[in-house]
């Protein structure tokens, strides 16, 4: 863990980690089931750090991205991103969908409701483990797809000022050679992760 965010304690790292990891077992298997094929995911990289820092540690400005974002309702408010590489992405889906229903013309409304599937996989995995370790009753709503720049993908997160907390897991899925690498965030609404962290000990 590092980064300009809210200084955790070792106890808050070890349950962070504890969500990222098993989120990623949640996800694998899910995604396993859903494109019947071993999928396996890389150790996920755990973070806290500020909104503002946000945009350059995902990826450079120019850097084209599938983002879905939804929004989490319940006791612990907030919004949630899950970030693809456009050209990853695509390519993953496609080839998924290509063994699936063979070789036919993909329709862009097919791809995205796949990519849209993927993402909320992950982030109901993710979802799934916080609510686990803390007890706290989470709700997504329906994911919205967008495709841009990080900067564009961003600016769909409303309110959120520069100095707000940001979760960031960031981790690769694996299908033989093909590789994805997503970012699951989440941003409280409260701008902090101190009501989520207070439940695994100091806040």
Do not use: C, W
């Amino acid at each position: 863990m590092s980064g300009g965010g809210m200084q955790l304690n070792d106890l808050q790292k070890d349950a962070l980690k504890e969500v990222g990891n098993i989120g990623a077992g949640h996800a694998a298997t899910a995604l396993s089931q859903l494109l019947n094929t071993k999928i396996n995911l890389s150790e996920p990289r755990i973070d806290v750090i500020k909104f503002r820092d946000l945009a350059s540690r995902v990826g450079h400005e120019n850097r084209t991205v599938a983002a879905l974002h939804m929004y989490v309702r319940g006791e612990a408010p907030g919004q949630m991103v899950v970030l693809f590489d456009r050209e990853q992405a695509l390519d993953f889906v496609s080839q998924f969908l290509h063994r699936v229903i063979g070789d036919i013309q993909i329709f862009d409304s097919i791809a995205d409701s796949t990519l849209k599937e993927l993402g909320n996989i992950i982030a109901g995995s993710y979802l799934t483990a916080i609510i686990q370790l803390t007890g706290s009753n989470l709700l997504p709503s329906v994911p919205t797809l967008s495709y841009g720049t990080v900067q564009a993908a961003f600016r769909t997160l409303m309110s959120i000022l520069p100095d707000q907390d940001v979760f960031l897991i960031e981790s690769s899925f694996l299908d033989k050679e093909k590789e994805v690498a997503g970012q699951f965030i989440l941003i409280p609404e409260t701008g902090s992760l101190g009501p989520l962290l207070s439940v695994f000990g100091v806040e």
